[in-house]
Nanobody, 128 residues
């Protein structure tokens, strides 16, 4: 089982940028698909983006297209999420997740939460 630790969150103004990182421990980091989710206050957790085991395939939610980028560096056991032009509605706790069995983005997009390994999250707050 991979352990995941997110970082890079913080308080930024509207229009600013952040780059979230997620470092994984364990030999299986580069074998499975990974993704970023977020949960805003009072809302359900939602998928932001997913990436395949190799980084060759990506998936973005409609709200993430154009401003979010997901990529991974398997040599560094790290998953990234640069975010540009941040908006107040991006305020949320952002979670990194790894599939336990699947290599494709579908194993993140379609997986029930209990089928994923989760980090503890990093807070992103965007002021208006």
């Amino acid at each position: 089982q991979v352990q995941l630790v997110e970082s890079g969150g913080g308080l930024v103004q509207t229009g600013g940028s952040l780059r979230l990182s997620c470092v994984g421990s364990g030999r299986s980091f580069n074998l499975y698909a990974m993704g970023w989710f977020r949960q805003a206050p009072g809302k359900e957790r939602e998928l932001v983006a997913a990436v395949s085991w190799s980084g060759g395939a990506t998936y973005y939610s409609e709200s993430a297209k154009g401003r979010f980028t997901i990529f991974r560096d398997n040599a560094k056991n790290t998953l990234y999420l640069p975010i540009n032009n941040l908006r107040p509605e991006d305020t949320a706790v952002y979670y990194c997740a790894a599939s336990r069995t699947g290599e494709s983005t579908g194993s993140i997009v379609q997986a029930p939460p209990q089928d994923l390994n989760w980090g503890r999250g990093t807070q992103v707050t965007v002021s208006s």
